[in-house]
C-alpha cells in the first residue's frame, strides 16, 4: 500500500510523491517564544515528529525544519512586564521549549531557524513584491496587495467578499484596502527594529516563515506543517506572498493537526482551563502524555482531561505488562513448536500497522494493532510454549518493539523502569520488605509473607512470584 496523506490544499487524500526521489523536505510552523508550551503545542509538536519518523522508517531522507518566532508583540510585552530584554526572553523559553520536548521524546529538528535572523531576506521578498505591483508601502508599513493575487483563498476555500464582510477595518486607514495584510510594519518608540528602505521596523508574522522555509529548503519543497487554527491566515498568506513572488507552487502538501479541547471546551487562560506541558508532567509520566496525544487520529479534536489521561496510562501499562509477562515467561518442553503461528501473528501485526500509518498517519489505528497483537501474545504465552518459540517470540517481539520505538516513540523503557514510576514507597523500603517476606516463605510463616503482601498492595505495589524471584509492578493509586 502506499503512503496516503490529506492535503488541505486539495481537501482530499493523496498518494504522497516527493518532489524528489526519497527526499522529503519539510517545514512546521513552531513557536512564538513568549511562555512555556500548552498542551496544543505538545500535540502539535509529537504529530509532526511521528509523522517525520514515520517518513524515515519508510526509507526517506527527510529534512524537517521548525522555526521559532522570536519578535512579536507578546514577547515584547513580556519584555516590559519583567523589565528584561527580548532577547533575555526568547532565549530563556527556547530553552524551556527544548527541555519539554526532550522530555516527549520528540527527534530535534535538523533546522531550527529564529526569525530575527532572516530579517535581510524579508526586507528582500517585500522589495520584491512590491516591483512586482504585488505589495505597497504606506507611512514605514508595507502591506500585500491580497486582491492583486488570484489564487487568494484556495488553501482556507474562503471567498473575498466573504472576507471583506468579516474584515476589520484599520483605524489609522493607512491600508488601501480592509483586506491586505502587513509584511512590514514601522517600529513604534521602544520597539525592537531594523533598518529598511521604509525606516525602522520589524516583519510581519506571515512573512517570516515563507522566508525561512525558503531559504533553508528552496522552493517548492513538499510538506508544509501546523494546527488547524494556522491554515488561516497564517498559511493562507504565506502562499500568497511566496507565489506571488517566485511565480510558483510554494509547497506541494499542506497537513494540519486538529484543536485540543480541555473537558470539552476550548482550552484558553480565560476559562481557566489552560494546562502547560509542564503541568501535565506533574502528574503523569511524558510518555504516557504521548501516548494519549496518539490515540486519536492527527485531524480530529482531541478531548484533554486528567481522566483520559489516565485511562492512557492505565492503557499504555497493558501493554508493559505482556512484556514484563513475555521476559519472564516460563516454558514447557511438551508443548508443540509454534513458530508458524508467531511468524503469522508478528507479521500479520507489521503488516497491519503500516496499513494503518500509510492511510494518512492514522495513529489511533496503529495503536488498535498493537493492542490486538497484545491479545495474541497473552494467548500464547497463557497457553505455554516450547523453550524454542519462547525464545523465539522474544526475538520477533523485539521487532515490533523497535518498530513502535522507532515510529510512535513509545515503549521506550523496560518494565522495571514503568512499573517503578508509580512507585509511592522508598524503592530500599520495598526491597526491605520483598525479604522479609521471602524469609517467611521460607519459615513457612504464610500469615507473615501474606500480610506483607496485603501490607503492598494496599500501597498500589503488586508482587508476583517469579522462577527469578520476587519482583514488583507499582501502579497509581486512584483516588488516593
Known amino acids: 500500500m502506499m503512503l496516503k496523506l490529506f492535503n488541505t490544499l486539495s481537501g482530499e487524500k493523496e498518494i504522497f510523491t516527493p518532489l524528489e526521489d526519497n527526499k522529503v523536505k519539510m517545514y512546521v510552523c513552531g513557536v512564538t517564544v513568549y511562555d512555556y508550551c ?16 514515520y517518513l524515515k522508517y519508510k526509507g526517506f531522507d527527510v529534512t524537517f525544519v521548525k522555526n521559532f518566532t522570536d519578535v512579536d508583540d507578546k514577547i515584547i510585552k513580556r519584555a516590559n512586564e519583567e523589565n528584561k530584554s527580548i532577547n533575555e526572553i526568547t532565549d530563556f523559553f527556547i530553552k524551556a521549549h527544548d527541555e519539554d520536548m526532550d522530555k516527549l521524546n520528540i527527534l530535534r529538528p535538523d533546522y531550527t531557524p529564529r526569525a530575527t535572523e532572516y530579517i535581510d531576506g524579508m526586507i528582500k521578498l517585500c522589495e520584491k513584491l512590491i516591483e ?22 484556495k488553501l482556507s476555500k474562503r471567498d473575498l467578499d466573504d472576507l471583506l464582510a468579516g474584515a476589520r477595518v484599520d483605524v489609522n486607514e493607512i491600508k488601501e484596502d480592509p483586506l491586505d495584510f502587513a509584511l512590514w510594519k514601522r517600529s513604534k518608540e521602544g520597539e525592537p527594529g531594523w533598518n529598511s528602505p521604509w525606516g525602522r521596523g520589524r516583519p510581519g508574522w506571515h512573512i517570516e ?29 504565506e502562499i500568497a506572498q511566496s507565489e506571488a513572488a517566485e511565480g510558483k507552487e510554494f509547497a506541494r502538501y499542506w497537513i ?10 476550548k482550552m484558553s487562560k480565560s476559562l481557566g482551563n489552560f494546562f502547560t506541558i509542564r503541568d501535565v508532567l506533574k502528574e503523569v509520566d511524558p510518555e504516557v502524555l ?4 496518539l490515540t486519536t487520529h492527527y485531524r480530529s479534536p482531541l478531548d484533554f482531561s486528567f481522566d483520559n489521561l489516565l485511562e492512557a496510562e492505565n492503557a499504555l501499562e497493558r501493554i508493559y505488562t505482556t512484556i514484563d509477562e513475555l521476559d519472564s515467561a516460563v516454558f514447557n518442553n511438551k508443548k508443540p513448536v509454534q513458530k508458524a503461528k508467531i511468524d503469522e501473528i508478528i507479521d500479520r501485526f507489521r503488516k497491519d500497522f503500516v496499513e494503518s500509518m500509510d492511510d494518512d498517519f492514522n495513529t489511533a489505528s496503529a495503536i488498535s494493532n498493537i493492542f490486538e497483537l497484545i491479545k495474541e501474545v497473552n494467548l500464547l504465552l497463557s497457553e505455554k510454549l516450547n523453550s524454542e518459540d519462547l525464545n523465539y517470540l522474544k526475538v520477533r517481539f523485539e521487532e515490533v518493539k523497535s518498530i513502535i520505538r ?8 523496560t518494565p522495571s523502569e514503568w512499573f517503578k514510576m508509580n512507585l509511592s514507597i522508598d524503592e530500599g523500603e520495598l526491597q526491605k520488605l520483598i525479604e522479609e517476606r521471602e524469609i517467611a516463605r521460607r519459615n513457612k510463616d504464610f500469615a507473615k509473607a501474606d500480610a506483607i503482601r496485603n501490607e503492598l498492595k494496599s500501597k498500589g505495589v503488586e508482587l508476583l512470584d517469579t522462577p ?5 509492578r507499582a501502579r497509581r493509586l486512584r483516588g488516593g
Open 468 to 472: 527469578a524471584g520476587t519482583k514488583f
Open 209 to 237: 516563515c515563507s522566508v525561512m522555509s525558503a531559504e533553508i529548503l528552496g522552493i517548492p519543497f513538499d510538506i508544509h506543517g501546523g494546527g488547524k487554527d494556522l491554515i488561516f491566515p497564517h498559511h493562507e498568506n
Open 38 to 53: 500548552h498542551i496544543g503545542h505538545a500535540r502539535s509538536s509529537i504529530v509532526f515528529d511521528t509523522i517525520r519518523r
Open 256 to 265: 494540519h493537526n486538529g484543536f485540543v479541547n480541555i473537558n470539552k471546551e
Open 132 to 153: 512586482k505591483g504585488f505589495a505597497y508601502e504606506s507611512n514605514g508599513d508595507v502591506y500585500f496587495k491580497v486582491r492583486s493575487f488570484k489564487d487568494y483563498g
Open 406 to 413: 522507532d515510529v510512535l516513540g513509545i515503549l521506550t523503557k
Open 290 to 293: 504521548r501516548f494519549f496525544l
